[in-house]
């Protein structure tokens, strides 16, 4: 596996593969890689001649300066676990090489994201998807691969990168693949790392919740399910929702009725102590 630290690197990478006719995919992520990365590197291995991972932990897209501070970052594990998986090379940047000068110094780019972008993460973090756009379109202009790879955990994140490609008429296929999770149900994230044992064995509750809420949403309201969750998880002491919303998975508005769409989804996000955790359960899926 090729190590590459520049853009430059990747552009030649890239040129060199694409003149021998290889398809190229991307998966985007942010390091401290898990099972779910790996399934998302399988799936672009088998898709593609070349595969690029990218790991880059980008500063813009977080909106508290903690977070940021203490994201996990693994990058020899991260390294071995790509090689492992056959990933044709990784690309890891530093920040100044992803925005010269520092973010800050960035000519101001307003993507437009449309209303998915304005709910339940763009609401609670102000300025992420904003954040997730401009790193996730500067690295589609650097690779420019056929196809990118992102997981379903971060759903609502899958829509505003569709809106994002669409506005900004960037020509590439979106694949989104399904959550990994550990056996009790935990949804994979690099975040798991930095929860304390006793917060790792009550965080399952949150994947627990939303599944058994899927057989009572069968003989009960979006109301009454949206606050079973909600009252389930939050009698779990040490858990703390900080929104669920039962949404139409296309556009991710609220719906009131469970008749007013084919495709519903619900989306969690739970403070576990300091962790915030997201994950999220289909409550409907079209024919
Ligand atoms: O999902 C993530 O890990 C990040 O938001 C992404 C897509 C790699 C952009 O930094």
């Keep these: ?29 942010m390091g401290a890689l898990h099972e779910g990365h790996l399934s998302l590197v399988e799936k672009a291995v088998a898709g593609n001649d070349v595969t690029i991972v990218s790991v880059f932990v980008n500063p813009t897209q977080f909106n508290n300066p903690e977070d940021l501070a203490t994201y996990p970052r693994k990058e020899e594990d991260d390294f071995r676990l790509l090689a492992e998986a ?3 090379a990784v690309f890891a940047p530093s920040v100044e090489e992803m925005y010269p000068g520092g973010p800050e110094a960035q000519p101001v780019h307003t993507f437009e994201l449309g209303t998915a972008a304005e709910v339940m ?16 379109s500067l690295l589609f202009r650097i690779v420019e691969p056929d196809r990118a790879y992102f997981g379903e955990k971060d759903f609502q994140q899958i829509a505003v990168i569709r809106n994002m490609i669409k506005s900004e008429g960037i020509n590439v296929e979106i694949v989104a693949c399904p959550i990994k999770r550990a ?22 509750s949150i994947h627990a919740a939303l599944k058994e809420s899927v057989e009572f949403s069968r003989t009960h309201s979006i109301r009454q399910t949206h606050d079973y969750v909600v009252d389930r998880i939050n009698a779990v002491e040490g858990l703390e929702v900080e929104y669920f919303e039962i949404v139409d998975a296309r556009t991710l508005q609220k719906i009131d009725e469970w008749e007013e769409s084919p495709w519903i989804v619900g989306c969690i996000t739970v403070y576990c102590g300091k962790v915030r955790l997201i994950d999220n359960m289909a409550y409907r899926l079209p024919d």
């Design 183 to 204: 056996g009790d149900g935990l949804a994979l994230s690099s975040r798991n790392a930095l929860l304390t044992p006793a917060q790792r064995s009550i965080a399952p």
């Design 121 to 136: 993460e763009g609401k609670y973090r102000p300025g992420h998807f904003q954040g997730v756009a401009q790193v996730v």
């Design 1 to 29: 596996m090729i190590i590459l630290r520049t853009v430059n690197d990747v552009r030649q990478f890239v040129a060199r593969e694409r003149g021998r006719q290889a398809s190229v995919g991307l998966v985007p992520t």
């Design 86 to 88: 056959g990933a044709t």
